[in-house]
């Protein structure tokens, strides 16, 4: 199975973007199987691309209808997305929690045998 089957709510419109030191970006959050990406859409307006193994952790907050998500990385930023619409807040939420806890079957390579002192 794919982590993209497990995707809920694949994209949701409205989303605000907030960090620390730079303006709000509004846009679209779309979240596949490898980043959460945020864009607006708009032409001299950055986006966000964001790794999915670079989430370190996550909070839910509630207000009404509007949740948010802030998002701890492991390279210490710290984002904040305000979603509107509760349901739709849990299913990005719950779909960024199940890919970190999701088991990736990773290639490794095996140095067996090789060399290390001869550089050719």
């Known amino acids: 199975m794919e982590f993209?089957?497990?995707?809920?709510?694949?994209?949701?419109?409205?989303?605000?973007?907030?960090?620390?030191?730079?303006?709000?970006?509004?846009?679209?959050?779309?979240?596949t199987g490898h980043h959460l990406i945020l864009s607006s859409r708009q032409d001299n307006t950055e986006e966000l691309w964001l790794l999915h193994a670079n989430i370190d952790a996550i909070e839910k907050r509630f207000v009404g209808s509007l949740g948010t998500i802030v998002v701890?990385?492991?390279?210490?930023?710290?984002?904040?997305?305000?979603?509107?619409?509760?349901?739709?807040?849990?299913n990005i939420a719950s779909s960024i929690e199940v890919r970190r806890d999701y088991s990736l079957h990773v290639l490794y390579w095996n140095s067996k045998g090789m060399n290390r002192n001869n550089a050719g």
Do not use: H, N, S, W
């Open 4 to 31: 993209a089957e497990l995707i809920k709510t694949p994209r949701v419109d409205g989303v605000v973007l907030r960090r620390p030191f730079l303006p709000t970006v509004e846009g679209t959050l779309c979240l």
């Open 72 to 90: 701890k990385c492991k390279d210490l930023r710290v984002i904040q997305l305000d979603i509107p619409g509760m349901e739709e807040c849990l």
